[in-house]
């Protein structure tokens, strides 16, 4: 059977509200440039052919241009404006999304995605049809109650990330549906339909970079990274 072509939705709708800055998070600079540089890179460097759609608030695309050239960025992607939710955005960047495919979304401030989670995820969803990067708690976790709170076993969650991986087809079906407080991410929204998601084994350093203690994190594996490479 042919391999799909694969596709990238990258959703960077951040304000940089929680970052305590003015400046959007997926602009914020780790190791000289912005955080949404490395995170394409990362998809790029899993397959240069993937085809990457970038979601970006309308207001912002034009900084995002005058960035790109600013630091000489230039590897191949699309940008296209946000919608008001997250659910809109994904909308918005699945319409880039030609005939059947892989579609891999994924958070813009995420940008220390491994290429093996990458190539995991996409081939567990060329599998199942769906596919989600996940990781088990490290922390203890509680319930809250009507009475207050009770423990639960960890052994029985997963903390979800990015990539979320499905076919095209699946995913399109998926975001034909009306918005609900309940979608809190894609998988969320395919599950409505009755789809089963697969989970793939993520990593406890795909973090999501939301707070200022998460960019010191961030510069601390930059810097790793750089002393390895």
């Known amino acids: 059977m042919a391999q799909l072509p694969e596709y990238a939705i990258i959703v960077a709708g951040g ?4 970052m305590q800055q003015a400046l959007p ?6 190791a000289g440039k912005p955080i949404l540089m490395h995170t394409i890179e990362r998809f790029h460097r899993y397959n240069p052919e993937v085809r990457l759609i970038v979601v970006l608030p309308q207001l912002q695309l034009t900084v995002w241009r005058a960035l790109c050239q ?6 191949s992607h699309r940008t296209v404006a946000g919608g008001a939710t997250r659910f809109g955005s ?3 960047g699945l319409k880039e999304v030609q005939g059947e495919a892989l579609v891999a979304v994924h958070d813009g401030v995420r940008p220390f995605v491994e290429t093996g989670t990458i190539k995991a995820a996409f081939g567990a969803a060329a599998l199942y049809g ?3 990067v996940a990781v088990s708690p490290k922390d203890s976790i509680r319930e809250l109650t009507q009475e207050g709170s009770r423990a639960v076993p960890r052994a029985n969650y997963r903390l979800v990330q ?4 499905f ?4 995913l399109r079906r998926a975001y034909e549906q009306p918005e609900q407080e309940c979608f809190t991410d894609d998988a969320s929204v395919v599950e409505q339909l009755g ?3 697969a989970l793939v084994e993520g990593s406890y350093r795909n973090i999501k970079i939301t707070t200022p203690e998460d960019l010191v994190l961030a510069e601390a594996f930059a810097r790793e990274m750089s002393n390895q490479g």
Not at 15 to 18: F, K, L, P, V
Not at 167 to 170: C, E, K, L, P, T
């Open 15 to 18: 304000s940089g509200s929680r």
């Open 25 to 30: 998070k997926q602009f914020a600079e780790v």
């Open 70 to 75: 600013k630091h000489g960025f230039n590897l």
């Open 90 to 92: 994904v909308k918005n």
């Open 130 to 132: 769906s596919a989600v």
């Open 162 to 165: 990015t990539p979320q991986c």
């Open 167 to 170: 076919r095209a087809s699946i």
């Open 195 to 197: 789809e089963k998601v």
